[in-house]
């Protein structure tokens, strides 16, 4: 369990990231971070791994304030992946790369071996685990630095816009990957502008705006919230968007639907006259 | 980052002063002036009297306290330059020649530092191009100097990105230490290529090249201060190298410390 108590960053003393931010994460939760470009969602996710340490405010694991830790003592727990994936490539093969991660955190060289194949499967790179990280397209290059994060299997995951740049069927491989760890009970935090991807994934959802915490809740209610969306500077679900136009004939049907579950059966009640 | 702090010295300030309105022709001759005097002697005296004469001007560039800023972080180097030039020389007063080398050295990096601490770098690359440099290796110029801090920043990037999977950056043994710094280098230069080679395809689909003469809306023009600056730095020069070729030195000049 992570809590925030009101977190304060601001970049070299000056640039206001953060401002009181408090918020607790659990074990085995889905979250997904939103928010306008400069909202301070790179800053949040990197104030639980303590690359950032908090101005003013804590960051708690298991009771224990986590300035009391090192970075790499924070990475055995929680994973974070960034968004530039060449910030993190160094290797000569996919298989190197994520070796790497696992071997710093102490995974024996069976374990290791073992937990790297898997990974590169789940994430469709099974064919390149020879290849050199640098010959690969961007979206590659992405799903192996995802994957030399994933292996390791921290209690807590947090990545920062991890759809970037990945077509339709890797984010559904990318999701099942999560939604498998997440089983496993531990849990996901995901930094994103796709909101599709986060209705269909993440069951709670942080709005962020101006360093501040503005919704955090049920992502249906969230994300189906005009005032959220405009603060986020996002667009209205498309979901949302077809249960308000039902709704301009059929007033029985609610405005804020984010779920094709409950909009089927809303249509089904319709249509079934009662 | 106190290692490179000394590099300072060689950043542009933004700043206004009689230093920073010079044009940067007239700065370049001033500065290689400078610099031929430190390397026409190596006395303790007159290496002494040059440093008199570049303080003077690093104060009016307002850039006394980032100067002093540099030696410090300099200082390592200079007290490694005096040990092992006093140790090891063959010269017959080990101990003033390494103190002469030093300030020297100090001398040297300062007259250059007056011009790259006041010369912005589009001023830089201007000059250069009317100086007869051809603008592609001028604009390339300028473009590394814009990109110095730029790489900085993700240097920072690539360190949170390891430290991030685990990477122990400032802990282990030396040997440890100086194999960590493969996962911070190879990226960086991963990624320096990879944009350089972005730069030059958007560079070229937004035409650059594409005319052979260019016009510049900003056009260097000496003005009576540039002049004076390089009437002056030039009798300097000629005075300087007219003693150190037909006048032999008094000896108060020549001093070193008693052995």
Known sequence: ?274 | MAEISFLEVFQYTRQDSVIHRLDPRAKLFMSIVLAVMSLLFLSIIPLLIILGCLVPIIIAAKSLRRWLRSMKGLSVLLIFIIIFNTLLSTQPNPFSHSIALTLRLIALMTSFSVFFLTVHPDELSQALIQMRVRFEFAFAMSMAMRYVPTLGQEAYAIMDAQKARGVELDKGSLLKRIRNIVPIIVPLIIVSIRRALSIAESMESRGFGSSEKRTYMNVLRFKKSDWIVVLVSLLVLIFVVYVRLYVTLPSWLLWQFGI
């Open chain 1, 1 to 274: 369990m992570i809590i925030l108590e009101d977190v304060h960053y601001a970049y070299d003393g000056l640039y206001t990231a953060l401002q009181g931010v408090s918020l607790q994460i659990d074990d085995g939760e889905r979250i997904a971070i939103v928010g306008s470009n400069g909202a301070g969602k790179t800053t949040l996710v990197k104030h639980l791994n303590g690359l950032l340490r908090p101005d003013k405010g804590r960051v708690i694991l298991d009771g224990v304030d986590t300035k009391h830790y090192s970075v790499a003592e924070l990475a055995r727990q929680i994973g974070l992946v960034m968004q530039n994936p060449d910030h993190q490539l160094f290797l000569d093969s996919v298989e190197r790369e994520v070796l790497f991660s696992l071997e710093n955190l102490g995974y024996s060289k069976e374990e290791a071996k073992e937990q790297c194949d898997r990974t590169l499967n789940n994430l469709g790179l099974e064919g390149f685990s020879e290849r050199s990280p640098f010959t690969l397209s961007g979206g590659e290059r992405k799903r192996v630095a995802l994957a030399s994060v994933l292996a390791t299997e921290p209690r807590v995951l947090s990545l920062d816009e991890p759809t970037i740049g990945q077509d339709a069927r890797q984010k559904e491989k990318l999701a099942r990957m999560l939604s498998d760890l997440n089983e496993k009970g531990k849990a996901v935090i995901v930094v994103t502008h796709d909101i599709e991807f986060v209705i269909e994934n993440f069951p709670r959802t942080i709005a962020m705006a101006n360093g501040r915490i503005v919704a955090d809740g049920q992502t249906n209610f969230v994300l189906s919230n005009d005032d959220v969306l405009e603060m986020c500077s996002l667009t209205r679900p498309q979901l949302t968007e077809t249960a308000r136009h039902l709704h301009a004939v059929f007033p029985e049907v609610p405005e804020r639907l984010t779920l094709m579950d409950d909009l089927e059966d809303v249509v089904l009640r319709v249509l079934g006259g009662g």
